[in-house]
């Protein structure tokens, strides 16, 4: 195994972030990662919104909380969403897992490949974010809350295009310990030789 | 810049592949990237086919072509899928690059996150065939194909699952000499400090 696969395999959701800084170098690094991603046609339009301004994270998490709190939970909603609207009606509800680093990632609205563009930048900046022993998690709470008001309303002005989508979010940060691996059971692969 | 970022930035869409044989354990390793993935709630949904027999390659190039030539060449299409069709009609289109291997990409459908994990299990190939030395390139016509009759009939039977729906492909193989790298010029970074 060479030592990108063995990064690949290493590379876990951490869900519990320690208040060690992220050296600025290696942010940047990560987020360069993002920026190489291959783009349908290169369009190169996957847009990256760095927030690590504590305010404005409280803020965010405060209004991810109040929009899940008041949806109705209805049999029929994703698994995850559920657990996101159970949660936030307890009031301790922390979306971005409290990271020193939230990374919003919006690309075009209406273009074809905006979830698949944005995917690969988010994979290669949890990759490089790995590879440099910082942790990392994929969040979508942004994305479901996409077309919410609290959401636009916030987040429009701190840069996020009215013709923009969100796709995902990198919750970023330094971590204690280490996760132990799940098994990979399902991902069938099969051949036609 | 370490070893991760370096192979992230040197990944190329390779459209041109020779004939050396990609070796069996290279093969192996590159899907694992793929299986390695993150996946929504871990629910591992990811379907690898990899197709590495010529005739099928053949003749899913032959029902590929013939579906694009038969679509209506509409001003609103997505630039990529009227170049498709454009190409179609001169009868000389290889979707694939005429690669020794396809690798089909599902995912269940309906589930929120297919695109999302189906996206960075493709991404984990890529790079884990760039740092092997072997090419690829990220293949959409299937997924732009993914309810078209000519395409569901003949994937289904090879294992293609009715509720599945097509994410990606990538074609991967062995490729002569060395593709300059295009600038990031889009890809943009803001910052909320």
Known sequence: MNAMLETIMNRRSVRKYNFDEVPEEQLMDILEAGRWAPTGGNCQTVHFMVITDEKVRSELRARVQSAFARMELTEDLY????????????????????APILVVVSNRRGYPNAMADSAC????????????????????????????????????PLGLGTDETICG?????????VQAAKPRTGMKVDFIR
């Open 121 to 156: 930048a988010l994979q290669n900046m949890m990759l490089e974010a790995t590879s440099l022993g910082i942790g990392t998690c994929w969040i979508n709470q942004l994305h479901w809350l996409d077309e919410h008001p609290m959401i636009r309303e916030y987040l429009e």
């Open 79 to 98: 698994a995850s969403i559920k657990n996101s609207i159970r949660a936030s009606r307890l009031g301790t509800y922390a979306f971005d897992y409290k």
């Open 169 to 177: 979010a990198l919750a970023i940060g330094c971590y204690d310990g």
